[in-house]
């Protein structure tokens, strides 16, 4: 069977609900900075496996509040949720103004990149201005897919939700759970009827402000020029080869030519997920002949079980086979043997 179609640009929104601050609270108040907590951790770890723009939305006394743009950086996203942890959480969440937000931002997403909403509801209420169903239907039209992970309890209108837009809704069973359901949103879903197209991309080099680089003048930095912070002249930096706007972290999008600047190694995040490494053979270790030593570890090898990778034939042990799989995502015998 072919692989699934995966999207190799990721654009998604985080819209996360909850109500601490009232008696009738669903979750209690450190169980909340659980999930923050575990928030941080999703966002490091969605950008180290794969190459995405993220972006977070709070919903709280019948209204929504985006709290960041898109961006590629996990610091600016980690960092705002980490300041939520601040906002008292009264009143009742809005689904709707939440989904709006988010449409209103994805709707302006090229066609060959995945428009995702993935909301974080921690109560069984919904407090809207209009009719959810009309908000589905444009979420359809867009192709937005929503998926839910629900806190407390299922509720319908999550199901409906994720059903018509093609996402997926759970509810969590424990904390472990939790992270569990975060983990599988990491990698990308498998999409239909996506367009294909070339994209414009630069691979910026970092300079390190010498004489003679180009850069060896004081200049500002572009995202920070959007932050409330100080702003202040610096050298060095990574600058766009199409316009030479200074940018201090990769990935991002120009503000100036709308260039996607990113390095290999963001493309790499993607790479693994587009093409997923082949699963070893399982066999006995006393069909083993020759060396019974792991590939990867150089342990000698002592359980009965034992994986052998098709390609190049190395052999390798239970917990090497789930690294290689889960976080290395490449055959350490094919690179040698290649090398």
């Excluded at 996402?167 to 990698?187: C, N, Q, R, W």
Aim: hydrophobic fraction near 40%; charged fraction near 15%.
């Amino acid at each position: 069977l072919p692989e699934a179609v995966r999207a190799f640009c990721r654009r998604v929104l985080l819209p996360e609900s909850n109500q601490p601050g009232e008696a009738p609270s669903l979750i209690s108040y450190f169980e909340f900075l659980s999930c923050l907590f575990d928030a941080c951790c999703f966002f490091v770890l969605f950008f180290s496996a794969t190459s995405l723009q993220l972006g977070f939305i709070t919903t709280r006394n019948k209204r929504a509040e985006q709290l960041t743009e898109l961006g590629g950086t996990p610091k600016k996203h980690t960092a705002a949720l980490q300041k939520a942890v601040e906002i008292q959480c009264l009143g009742e969440p809005s689904l709707y103004n939440s989904l709006h937000t988010a449409l209103q931002t994805l709707r302006h997403v090229p066609s060959h990149s995945s428009r995702e909403v993935l909301v974080v509801l921690g109560s069984l209420t919904t407090c809207d201005p209009v009719n959810l169903h009309c908000l589905i239907k444009s979420l359809v039209e867009f192709k937005v897919r929503v998926s839910v992970i629900g806190l407390s309890a299922e509720v319908h209108i999550c199901t409906l939700l994720a059903q018509e837009t093609r996402g997926t809704y759970h509810v969590i069973l424990d904390e472990p759970h939790f992270k569990e359901l975060l983990m599988y949103h990491v990698t990308p879903p498998p999409v239909t009827n996506m367009e294909s197209a070339l994209i414009r991309m630069g691979f910026p080099q970092f300079s390190g402000g010498t004489i003679g680089d180009g850069a060896d003048k004081p200049s500002f930095n572009m995202a920070q020029l959007e932050s409330q912070g100080d702003v202040s002249l610096t050298l060095g930096g990574y600058f766009c080869p199409q316009c030479w706007a200074k940018y201090g972290q990769l990935p991002v999008e120009c503000k100036i030519c709308g260039l996607t600047l990113a390095s290999a190694p963001h493309l790499a995040r993607s790479y693994h997920h587009l093409f997923p490494l082949e699963a070893f053979e399982e066999t006995l270790l006393q069909n083993i002949s020759g060396d019974r030593v792991c590939e990867a570890c150089q342990m000698q090898l002592t359980e009965q079980q034992v994986y052998i990778c098709p390609e190049c034939k190395a052999i390798f042990c239970l917990d090497c086979n789930l690294f290689i799989h889960e976080s290395l995502h490449c055959c350490p015998g094919c690179i040698h043997s290649k090398s």
